[in-house]
């Protein structure tokens, strides 16, 4: 489709176009509107400009003859042949405003795609976009919009005094074009110029598939995965260095019936080892296999005659290896008997409310309001002994493994329904059906946290051989994430923490100003701000500090403060009603009681506080004194600081 019939498709589709008018290769030039770009306009010459068919800044008629010839001339000094009957010129009138660039991409993983920054000759090289899902409502696109530098213009930047609603706007009209049109594949509208008369598109390119997209499958109507009376481990072990082994050990908790099966027999602690799923005299609703993979799927077979719903496969040697055959055999045999499949290639699975541990992690998982999903189950592993170690506790956890039928969308919308979670974090390597993703989420009432791995192309290599699955391009993952009311973290610790206070306003105590201000800097950096402080409250706090402390925030009360003087700080920065989050920051100083200090933290507060032990030997009785009453911790500024 050449400029002239892309101007008129974009003008029926309501677009601002600028003026324009194509005439033949021998038509004489007579236009009544200047300045204008001239540009020939034939299916033989894809880059104008490379070999000297665009003139610009013309302003009249005779000018325009002139730049008919040279570009006549140029195209025959590049030996590129004409035709009479069909190639002619455009001209289009240059107008003035400030550069902006809107694109269209179809992503592997998010589909089509919306993309808005900075346009003009630099794009590239600012790559000042944001990515907006085509099926992102008014506040998606605008919160989308800014995340760009370049919408300080929509917010008054040098006395501008344009209307994010103008951006907004124009984005939803790109939407219904696309929906209008199928078979686009990709488009950019470079420039698109913007000034008091609206966002008007000066240059296009589209792309079209040779085929009509193929309609996303609808998601299937699911059992509720969690709700577990029946349990079977399948390939338990006596011997003590096997996974079955552990799953075995852990999976005592479960206050539901619990079925163990080993074909040798036996018993394990006390407990009898079915021989087979047959001798099982009981619907199985919710079964963990951890067998050869061979055997996986005539394993699920025999299940579900015994009326299983639930199905984790902790063995490996699918997708991950190659074999992509037994992974589509997995999906539809949980689409022919409408299964819900976690795996293969997974830690296992815990649910709080019946004490169900099907991990072979931690066997020490306390209760609590977090669901934890990771695609890598070493990543879970570590994640499990960590929050052990700082008494988090979890109302799930699921080890996605290589998604082979539950992807994160349909873990989110299940995990939505569940009282016991109040927070939801994910560690995701590869992503599957990006669109159903996004819709979860945008139906989700729950924070979600994300860590993406995959980020670079080394990465992203290591990523698909781990899973099989796609990891993506990051900055788009990022951006469409955000966009949607994700927060997306930069370590995998900050997916045990997650905040609900306002994190502008955080207040530091701590007895060094050194780690005091390069926590300021992780907080900072993280684009929160810190509380600062009323001269009121400056003046209550030079009552009860030495003359030296800092008179500021980070609240530095001198290096041989003890646990006194630790404590009157805590206790009126406590009581202050524009302070919202503290975090305690301890170095080891000779004088330093540690114990006692952190003893402080076990007294009625009505804020959130979270200790920093920043140290090692010396820190370690304090530590243990935490960890032994289930108090979160810290040991380094940046883990404090992850999940802001």
Known sequence: MVESELYRLLEQSGFQIPKFRRFNLDE???????????????????????VGAVAVAISNNDEATVAKTDILNNLARHNI?????????????????EELFVGVVDDPIFGKTILFGKGGVLLELYRDVCYIDIHADRAEIERALRTTKISALFTGYRGSHFSINIAVDFIQKVQLFLSNHPTIHECDFNPVILNNQGMSIVDARIQYSDTAPTAPTAKRSRNNFFDNRTVAVIGASLDPYKVGYAIARNALSFTGALYLVNAKGGTFEGHTLYTSIDDINDTIDTAIITIPASHVIETIEHLIPKGVRNVIIVSAGFKEIGDTQSEQHLFELAQQYNLNIIGPN????????????????SSNVKA?????????????????????????????????????????????AMLDHSPQCQAISIYAEGIREGK??????????????????GKSPQARKAAFSHTGNLSGDYPMFKALMESVGVKTVDSIEALLHHSSVNISRIAIITNAGGPGTILTDYIIDKGAILATLSD????????????????????????DARSERFELTLNYIDALEDIDMIYLLITPQMMTDTLNIVKLLELPRSKPIYPILLGG????????????????????LQEASAFL
């Open 536 to 559: 009121q409250a400056i003046a209550d706090l030079d009552l009860l500090l030495p003359s030296n402390w800092s008179r500021n925030n980070p609240i530095d009360i001198i290096g």
């Open 81 to 97: 042949l004409l035709d009479n009957t069909k190639d002619g010129f455009i001209a289009t009138e240059m107008i003035q405003g």
């Open 346 to 361: 997974c830690l296992g699975y815990y649910e709080s409310t019946r004490s169900l541990n099907l991990t072979f992690g």
């Open 436 to 453: 159903a993703l996004l819709e979860a989420i945008r139906r989700c009432t729950k924070p979600i946290r994300i860590y993406k791995a």
């Open 617 to 636: 030997v010396m820190m370690h009785e304090a530590a243990e004194y935490l960890y032994m009453r289930n108090i979160p911790y810290f040991t380094t």
């Open 368 to 412: 609590g309001s977090l669901a934890l999903i990771a695609q890598s189950g070493a990543v879970l592993s570590s994640l499990m002994d960590k929050a052990a170690q700082q008494g988090i506790g979890f109302s799930h956890i699921l080890s996605a493994g290589n998604m082979s039928d539950l992807d994160f969308a349909d873990i989110i």
């Open 28 to 50: 004489s030039v007579n236009l009544d509107f200047y300045p204008i770009a001239l540009k020939i306009e034939s299916p033989a010459v894809i880059h104008k400009s490379d």
